[in-house]
């Protein structure tokens, strides 16, 4: 593992407030509990579109129409879960990053199902919908991971 990755790691977790996190019995699961909530907002309107983009749900709106509908929730939902998924991180951030499974989803899947989503809202077509899908679900996927092997 790279020497200043770690150093800015072990910087970040003794921080004043990354330190209280970690020592109160309650913050830590509160900012789990903010960081789940967030992902399920911002997700569950993604997966939205890109059911509508399959052509499952009602065709009372274009997926494009449906997507402008949900952007306001998007942000909201991602803005929650970078916040609380920061602070979560701060906590415990040289734990982080030498856990694969944390790494697959932060630095491989997320970037890449991120991306795939901006092209899903340029040019939408069924194929890019079930591609983003099978994306988030993989975040999803390792996101499990990760709280599998971090099991005290």
Not at 49 to 65: C, F, K, N, S, W
Not at 80 to 88: K, N, Q, S, T
Not at 110 to 123: M, N, W
Request: charged share 10%.
């Amino acid at each position: 593992m790279n020497d200043v990755l770690l150093a800015a790691c072990g910087w970040l977790e003794n921080t004043s407030w990354a330190v209280s996190i970690r020592e109160s019995a309650l913050a830590y699961p509160i900012l789990q509990w903010v960081h789940f909530v967030g992902l399920s907002i911002w997700l569950g309107a993604c997966l939205a579109v890109d059911l509508r983009l399959i052509g499952v749900g009602p065709r009372r709106q274009t997926a494009a129409e449906l997507s402008n509908g949900l952007r306001g929730w998007k942000w909201i939902g991602f803005g929650v879960a970078f916040v609380g998924g920061f602070l979560l991180f701060a906590a415990y951030a040289t734990m982080y990053v030498s856990n694969t499974a944390f790494l697959l989803k932060v630095a491989v899947l997320t970037p890449f199902a991120l991306i795939s989503h901006l092209v899903v809202q340029k040019r939408a077509g069924a194929w890019t919908g079930a591609i983003e899908f099978v994306l988030w679900i993989s975040v999803v996927a390792a996101a499990v991971g990760f709280l599998l092997t971090n099991v005290s």
